[in-house]
């Protein structure tokens, strides 16, 4: 069989596209990694250590032998204190979730108008600004050394934290679906209730769990200024150099974080296949 003939069109080439100079590749994405990159380098250079000539790891090695083998003759007293930090961690994260439940909503850009969302916010950033330890010097202050004061304060630092998460969970709700139900005569109630909360559920649960799992840490330091729970306890053992109690109580705290956060987990998993 005969060559086919050959064809006398010439392939035509695609025009190189010209490339990009590397400034006008940055993207915000880009930019921001590399301006965090810079300052940690700058930040590299600046931070300074001691002067002295320290054996950094034969001093740590000192201190963690005191800490071993630990004083479980304190075990009652930890578990009673250990029983109160739980209590004040509860009770601040639940009245948290209540608040920031609202307060999300106005701070949520898709629901609430602009002038709401950028009050709400500058309210929330306000609140995420003071530590918890200085919330409850404040509680303190206010209300008395007491496991009030300290239930207080971890409300009002979490709100900052969950105000912010919750917002920012509404604002991942595809609205059209509460829309479309406000146009059938579903009331506002309703149109939360059916059309945006089943969507948001499960961030929310997500970070409300994560949340509680943070207050039994904090709510273990905060009594270090009198707001109730085990920071007395860890407080009295530090000024008295008995690490091996202070190990005992961290070893409490362990534990009910470990088990708190194997039971979230379990927690999460129900809820991602329910939705």
């Given at each position: 069989?005969?060559?086919?003939?050959?064809?006398?069109?010439?392939?035509?080439?695609?025009?190189?596209?010209?490339?990009?100079?590397?400034?006008?590749?940055?993207?915000?994405?880009?930019?921001?990694?590399?301006?965090?990159?810079?300052?940690?380098?700058?930040?590299?250079?600046?931070?300074?250590?001691?002067?002295?000539?320290?054996?950094?790891?034969?001093?740590?090695?000192?201190?963690?032998?005191?800490?071993?083998?630990?004083?479980?003759?304190?075990?009652?007293q930890t578990l009673?204190?250990?029983?109160?930090?739980?209590?004040?961690?509860?009770?601040?994260?639940?009245?948290?979730?209540?608040?920031?439940?609202?307060?999300?909503?106005?701070?949520?850009?898709?629901?609430?108008?602009?002038?709401?969302?950028?009050?709400?916010?500058?309210?929330?950033?306000?609140?995420?600004?003071?530590?918890?330890?200085?919330?409850?010097?404040?509680?303190?202050?206010?209300?008395?050394?007491?496991?009030?004061?300290?239930?207080?304060?971890?409300?009002?630092?979490?709100?900052?934290?969950?105000?912010?998460?919750?917002?920012?969970?509404?604002?991942?709700?595809?609205?059209?679906?509460?829309?479309?139900?406000?146009?059938?005569?579903?009331?506002?109630?309703?149109?939360?209730?059916?059309?945006?909360?089943?969507?948001?559920?499960?961030?929310?649960?997500?970070?409300?769990?994560?949340?509680?799992?943070?207050?039994?840490?904090?709510?273990?330091?905060?009594?270090?200024?009198?707001?109730?729970?085990?920071?007395?306890?860890?407080h009295a053992y530090?000024?008295?150099?008995?690490?091996?109690?202070?190990?005992?109580?961290?070893?409490?705290?362990?534990?009910?974080?470990?088990?708190?956060?194997?039971?979230?987990?379990?927690?999460?998993?129900?809820?991602?296949?329910?939705?």
């Open positions: 069989m005969a060559p086919p003939p050959e064809s006398n069109k010439e392939v035509k080439r695609v025009p190189e596209v010209p490339e990009r100079p590397w400034f006008e590749r940055l993207n915000l994405l880009s930019t921001t990694l590399l301006i965090f990159l810079l300052l940690v380098i700058f930040s590299g250079f600046r931070i300074e250590g001691s002067d002295r000539d320290l054996n950094i790891w034969k001093n740590l090695g000192n201190f963690l032998r005191d800490f071993f083998p630990p004083d479980l003759s304190v075990v009652p009673a204190a250990l029983v109160e930090t739980v209590e004040i961690a509860l009770l601040a994260t639940f009245f948290a979730i209540l608040f920031s439940l609202i307060i999300g909503l106005c701070a949520a850009q898709t629901v609430a108008p602009n002038w709401l969302v950028v009050t709400t916010r500058m309210l929330l950033n306000l609140i995420r600004t003071i530590p918890s330890l200085i919330w409850a010097v404040i509680a303190v202050a206010a209300m008395g050394a007491n496991a009030v004061a300290g239930v207080a304060a971890l409300t009002l630092y979490s709100i900052g934290y969950l105000g912010k998460f919750f917002s920012e969970a509404f604002e991942s709700v595809d609205l059209n679906v509460a829309r479309s139900l406000r146009g059938i005569g579903a009331d506002a109630v309703q149109g939360f209730q059916f059309g945006i909360w089943p969507h948001a559920k499960p961030i929310i649960w997500s970070h409300s769990i994560w949340m509680l799992e943070y207050n039994i840490r904090s709510a273990s330091i905060i009594g270090y200024v009198g707001a109730g729970g085990l920071g007395l306890q860890l530090q000024e008295f150099h008995h690490w091996d109690r202070f190990a005992t109580v961290l070893i409490c705290i362990l534990i009910v974080v470990t088990l708190l956060d194997l039971l979230s987990e379990r927690i999460r998993r129900r809820i991602s296949r329910r939705n």
